[in-house]
């Protein structure tokens, strides 16, 4: 079983390596006769797109396409910005909380990327492009966090997104004071177990990497000061991040819930310098959205989710717009690998749910997560000189019933609906040849061990070992039967 | 179908946003209504073009063109909307379960392992604020269907209970309820060698051998239940009361073993649908496939038994890891081309407003429309015994009406109108109320 779906990942890994060994050097790509989505200057009917060397080079209604590019035609077909989700889990092998500290900011999402993660496939026919990948809600102050693009087949060292800020993850309300799973016996009660605690956590952190800094900045000034016989300080790598945190050089993106434990981290935030990125589901966020907006976070919500937990019963649909409307920038994240999937059917229930244009509904999935995730010079809108990250569907996205055909990055076509669907019987051939292969194997195996028992079957005093046989004959069972 | 039309679509939608919906509760409404004007789906015949729906006492009393409408009748202006049956939800915790990890305020799992005589209707909370939120997407009545958890790993027990239809607007469980028990539901046994562990957070391997055992164990008690059930009736058939104990449990299932009431047998991989369906087959069980995420394996097994599926919600994500991306998008389509009765589903109670959407995305991936509106108004009415009475707009049905200003599986599609066992119901909700109420929060002062 376990062997089955390794091979499947294999099969599905080796299908799509001549889509990405091809697009090595991706040179001049021509879209044409699409309805672009900019999102930044309108809608181009029968417009093109000029791709060169990965970056969007022309848009627009009357172009020509050069001698001798690779000519994608999108007649009758939609083109937006590939879609960004800001809160993913998806690609981490496993580890997404580090169990333990309330401060576990030592620990790195980037550590633990899984490019063999199927959902990265799964999403990229989702339109998704682009993800920020975070660790899980555990602790008031998570691990750190890193953006990649979904560049299905190349090494984890491959995934991350050139020049994103790193960012870290923190966490306020029932997950990170444990409220919503038992404690298991035996094991101590970890603190905090209240939102006081969290805040007393988050404060008494900053407080030491504070302190951290100074030590930094006595010895680097003295040491500027050409001061001899210097002692460093010791390295912390728990209190680095909230020190470049500080520093403006690492985003806090925060996972929160209640309107009263979002004005207590602005609070501390102020208190310590630094600016919240992002509010992370922040499903009350419509309650205090303008305190958000002056605090020049970023709101990351849902689009529909509610009631699953105490702090998500006030959750209301029209968080998203409410918000933008009081001037924070929204985006609509997944937290889920299927929700990835639909990322542009749930920002068109914006438009619905208090009253977005459909501009602005595209926004939330492209051009306001590029914002908080301060890729917006190279992502989230259809304009030269971005990277060419793009999402082709065969009608307008924010319609339920739009078919992803084809998501590009850096210009690679990485997923193609009509390539995907025309290997699956070659794939399932290959598949099948494996488990044969395997099936035969086995049988090759349990004949030989059988010959080889047969004569082992006379002397009665093997058949029967007093205490350590029964080790034995059990591993030989289990082997046989796999 | 419709492309959408950015800049005139998006103006009226804003529009439509703003306008006031109406506010009528299920007080002191007028008995007879007359909807006029609008595009009619009575989805038992083709559409009709400005088409009129006669309603009087809760019942649908008439529907075509150029109806003569009664003197008494509330007329609503539907000119430029489109009028259609209800959306049915047909598997939810509706009314059982509020806030999912507040365990005081969920009824869905009992203890233990065989609960037949368990009734849902019993604990629906006909305050519960899912009610309006879901009813003011469309869907107009669901089933309630104890011991089907979409998240929580630990479901309630093999036979769960029986599960309860019932109309999302009333002031008491009997005024809201359609039928009581519409079917008994069993969560398949599973041979499952990893599970994972809540008290440790971690994935659990147990050999397969010690499962299978297991799974053994629990299909042979199954098997035993109904043996045991036959033996019961028959009993209580022939003997007087004096001489059997009454049993509870054993009374619950008489009905399931005399093929009376359905078994919603809930099972998702491929071995274990064909065990189940194997299981109803030699039981003579009337079976309904709740989920079935493999079903698309067992296209042929399912027509022959004449099985229908109550599908598992069409945006998931696949079985396996080397199952097409979009296999669980075009298996609505697969199992309809196969000729199997489907109805959509969304297994859940927050989630129940998105019930549209799934169809909708099936549609994208190759349902016919018209199937799919079939499939969130009819097909569960017909699964469930309850198409005498819901799932088209015909005299004589419960008048369970949705007036929309457009596709009613488009995402940004409004519930204009909805009427509720004839009745005009708020589309107000906590959510809007929220809204309304922080949407005019002043500008704080800095």
């Not at chain 1, 404060?203 to 990497?209: G, H, L, N, S």
């Not at chain 2, 005139?8 to 306008?19: I, Q, T």
């Amino acid at each position: 079983m376990k062997r089955a779906t390794f091979c499947a990942a294999v099969l599905l890994f080796a299908a799509c390596a001549p889509l990405a060994t091809r697009a090595q050097n991706p040179g001049t790509i021509f879209i044409q006769n699409a309805t672009v989505l900019t999102v930044t200057h309108g809608n181009i009917e029968h417009g093109s797109i000029l791709i060169r060397e990965g970056k969007i080079a022309a848009v627009g209604a009357d172009l020509k396409a050069p001698e001798g590019a690779a000519i994608i035609d999108a007649t009758g077909q939609y083109v937006m910005p590939g879609i960004i989700d800001c809160h993913s889990h998806i690609a981490v092998d496993g580890s997404v909380n580090e169990a333990g500290p309330a401060v576990s900011s030592m620990a790195n999402i980037a550590d633990v990327l899984n490019p063999d993660d199927i959902n990265i496939y799964r999403d990229l026919a989702g339109g998704v492009t682009t993800a920020n990948i975070l660790h899980g809600s555990a602790n008031p102050i998570g691990g750190q966090t890193v953006v990649i693009k979904l560049r299905w087949g190349k090494p984890a060292s491959e995934l991350p997104f050139q020049g994103a800020l790193p960012g870290i993850k923190f966490a306020l309300g029932e997950n990170p004071k444990h409220s919503n799973f038992p404690t298991p016996p035996g094991v101590q009660a970890r603190y905090p177990a209240t939102r006081l605690g969290v805040e007393e956590v988050i404060r008494q952190a900053f407080i030491e990497a504070r302190e951290y800094k100074k030590q930094w900045d006595d010895y680097n000034q003295r040491k500027a000061a050409a001061e001899q016989n210097l002692v460093p300080p010791r390295r912390n790598v728990q209190l680095d991040p909230l020190v470049e945190v500080m520093e403006g050089k690492r985003y806090v993106h925060a996972h929160c819930y209640r309107a009263d434990e979002i004005l207590m981290l602005i609070r501390v935030a102020n208190e310590f310098g630094f600016k919240v990125r992002t509010f992370q589901h922040v499903l009350e966020g419509y309650k205090i959205a303008d305190e958000i907006a002056a605090a020049g976070a970023g709101g990351s919500t849902f689009s529909d989710w509610w009631a699953y937990k105490m702090e998500a019963f006030d959750a209301i649909p029209y968080n998203a717009a409410l918000m933008a409307d009081r001037g924070v920038i929204v985006s609509v994240n997944s937290d889920d690998a299927q929700e990835a999937r639909q990322l542009n059917q749930e920002a068109a229930k914006s438009m619905k749910n208090g009253g977005l244009s459909a501009n602005d509904a595209l926004k939330l999935i492209t051009l306001n997560p590029a914002i908080q995730l301060g890729i917006d010079a190279r992502a989230g809108s259809i304009d030269v000189g971005k990277d060419a990250d793009l999402a082709i569907y065969n009608r307008d996205p924010l319609s339920v019933y739009a078919v992803v055909q084809k998501t590009l990055i850096d210009g690679q076509v990485y997923f193609d609906r009509q390539k995907d669907i025309a290997g699956r019987a070659t794939l399932a051939a290959e598949k099948q040849a494996l488990l044969d292969k395997e099936k035969k194997a086995a049988e090759a195996k349990k004949a030989e061990e059988k010959s080889e028992k047969q004569p082992e079957t006379k002397p009665d005093k093997k058949k029967k070992p007093p205490q350590d046989g029964g080790g034995v004959v059990q591993s030989g069972v289990a082997g046989g039967s796999r | 179908m419709k492309i959408l039309n950015f800049s005139s679509r998006a103006l009226a939608l804003v529009l439509a946003a703003f306008l006031a919906i109406p506010t009528w509760t299920q007080n002191a409404a007028p008995s007879s209504y007359a909807i006029k004007g609008g595009k009619v789906f009575t989805l038992a015949g083709p559409a009709i073009e400005n088409g009129t729906v006669l309603i009087r006492d809760g019942k649908i009393a008439a529907v075509g063109a150029g109806i003569a409408i009664p003197a008494d009748a509330q007329v609503i202006d539907a000119t430029g909307l489109e009028v259609y049956p209800g959306m049915f939800d047909p598997i939810t915790q509706i009314g059982l379960n509020e806030v999912s990890a507040v365990s005081a305020t969920v009824d869905l799992n009992e203890l233990g392992d065989y609960n037949p005589e368990l009734v849902a209707a019993t604990a629906v909370n006909p305050a519960s604020a899912h009610i309006p939120i879901t009813r003011a997407n469309g869907i107009t009545e669901v089933i309630a269907a104890p011991g089907t958890t979409g998240f929580d790993l630990q479901s309630g027990g093999l036979i769960a209970g029986q599960a309860s239809a019932f109309n999302l607007a009333g002031w008491t469980m009997d005024e809201m309820q359609i039928n009581r028990s519409v079917a008994m539901v069993i969560n398949w046994p599973s041979i499952q060698t990893r599970t994972f562990d809540f008290a440790t957070f971690s994935i659990k391997e147990k050999p397969y051998a010690d499962v299978k055992k297991e799974y053994d164990k629990s299909v042979n008690a199954l098997g035993d239940w109904m043996d045991r059930a036959r033996h019961y009736a028959q009993a209580k058939e022939k003997g007087s009361p004096a001489l059997y104990e009454r049993d509870l449990k054993l009374e619950a299932l008489v009905p399931v073993v005399q093929g009376k009431l359905p078994v919603l047998v809930v099972a998702d991989e491929v071995r274990d649908i064909r065990n189940a369906v194997d299981f109803c087959s030699k039981q003579n069980l009337r079976m309904i496939l709740g989920s079935g995420a493999e079903a698309w394996k067992v296209k042929e097994l399912l027509k022959d038994k004449k099985i229908p599926v109550v599908l598992a919600p069409t945006n998931r994500l696949p079985e396996q890891e080397d199952t097409p991306y979009d296999k669980p998008y075009t298996e609505p389509s697969e199992l309809f081309a196969a000729g199997i009765p489907i109805a959509f589903s969304s297994f859940g109670t927050a989630f129940s407003r998105r019930l549209p959407q799934y169809a909708g995305t099936a549609v994208a991936y190759g349902l016919p429309h018209d199937e799919a509106l079939k499939a969130v108004m009819l097909n569960a009415a017909q699964i469930f015994g309850l198409a005498d009475q819901l799932g088209t707009l015909a005299p004589g049905k419960i008048a369970n009406v949705i007036v929309t200003n457009g596709d009613p599986l488009e995402l940004q599609t409004q519930v204009r109108y909805l009427f509720i066992k004839g009745q005009l119901t708020s589309t107000d909700n906590k959510h809007r109320d929220l809204y309304e109420q922080y949407r005019k929060r002043p500008q704080p002062a800095r």
